[in-house]
């Protein structure tokens, strides 16, 4: 099972929005509304952020929110803050009953 | 509250084995979807294995073969047992929770780092 593709990096400005894209295949993201997103700073475990393609967990600011058309998942960060700089990673179940991650987008608030 | 800790990483010889626990707190860990997940230094998250709360096991390619996902219920705790360890097996390794019917992980340890080398 390949990584999901994310880009690297993104950037943008405090209060600014951005977006982040994975990018799977019809085994994968294509194949179910199981995609969930997960935030991880450095040294820490990661949180997750969204799941189910576009729910959020308690606690987490509506500022976050996800979607998908066909095999391509996206993360949205509106009103960009400081401490939404981290590391930012999508994942998805899959055909084999298995999960597989993409590769990582950091964020950097400029 | 839910609460996992992971133990049993260290520094083990390259060829060699080592078991991870996953100690669960606040939840049956038998009733879960419970998943290892590892992350190599500087890099990004691997999906490792799973054990359904049904008892059925999976493991990412990387591993196949020369591990094994357990569960102990009277201890609520998690397992991975790695063998013929190489460098490639660096990481750090996080226990991770799915509710059962549910396929993204809400809960996550704090992780235990495992480095292979000589």
């Given at each position: 099972?390949?990584?999901?593709?994310?880009?690297a990096s993104?950037?943008?400005?405090?209060?600014?929005?951005?977006?982040?894209?994975?990018?799977?295949?019809?085994?994968?993201?294509?194949?179910?509304?199981?995609?969930?997103?997960?935030?991880?700073?450095?040294?820490?475990?990661?949180?997750?952020?969204?799941?189910?393609?576009?729910?959020?967990?308690?606690?987490?600011?509506?500022?976050?929110?996800?979607?998908?058309?066909?095999?391509?998942?996206?993360?949205?960060?509106?009103?960009?803050?400081?401490?939404?700089?981290?590391d930012?990673?999508?994942?998805?179940?899959?055909?084999?009953?298995?999960?597989?991650?993409?590769?990582?987008t950091k964020l950097t608030?400029? | 509250?839910?609460?996992?800790?992971?133990?049993?990483?260290?520094?083990?010889?390259?060829?060699?084995?080592?078991?991870?626990?996953?100690?669960?707190?606040?939840?049956?860990?038998?009733?879960?979807?419970?998943?290892?997940?590892?992350?190599?230094?500087?890099?990004?998250?691997?999906?490792?294995?799973?054990?359904?709360?049904?008892?059925?096991?999976?493991?990412?390619?990387?591993?196949?073969?020369?591990?094994?996902?357990?569960?102990?219920?009277?201890?609520?705790?998690?397992?991975?047992?790695?063998?013929?360890?190489?460098?490639?097996?660096?990481?750090?390794?996080?226990?991770?929770?799915?509710?059962?019917?549910?396929?993204?992980?809400?809960?996550?340890?704090?992780?235990?780092?495992?480095?292979?080398?000589?």
């Amino acid at each position: 099972q390949s990584a999901l593709t994310q880009p690297a990096s993104v950037s943008g400005s405090p209060g600014q929005s951005i977006t982040i894209s994975c990018t799977g295949t019809s085994s994968d993201v294509g194949a179910y509304n199981f995609v969930s997103w997960y935030q991880q700073h450095p040294g820490k475990a990661p949180k997750l952020m969204i799941y189910d393609v576009s729910n959020r967990p308690s606690g987490v600011s509506n500022r976050f929110s996800g979607s998908k058309s066909d095999s391509t998942a996206s993360l949205t960060i509106s009103g960009l803050q400081a401490e939404d700089e981290a590391d930012y990673y999508c994942n998805s179940y899959t055909s084999t009953s298995t999960w597989v991650f993409g590769g990582g987008t950091k964020l950097t608030v400029l | 509250e839910v609460q996992l800790v992971e133990s049993g990483g260290g520094l083990i010889q390259p060829g060699g084995s080592l078991r991870l626990s996953c100690a669960a707190s606040g939840f049956t860990v038998s009733s879960n979807y419970m998943s290892w997940v590892r992350q190599a230094p500087a890099k990004g998250l691997e999906w490792v294995s799973v054990i359904y709360s049904g008892g059925g096991t999976y493991y990412a390619g990387s591993v196949r073969g020369r591990s094994t996902i357990s569960r102990d219920d009277s201890k609520n705790t998690l397992y991975l047992q790695l063998n013929s360890l190489g460098a490639e097996d660096t990481a750090v390794y996080y226990c991770a929770r799915a509710v059962t019917g549910t396929f993204y992980f809400d809960s996550w340890g704090q992780g235990t780092l495992v480095t292979v080398s000589s």
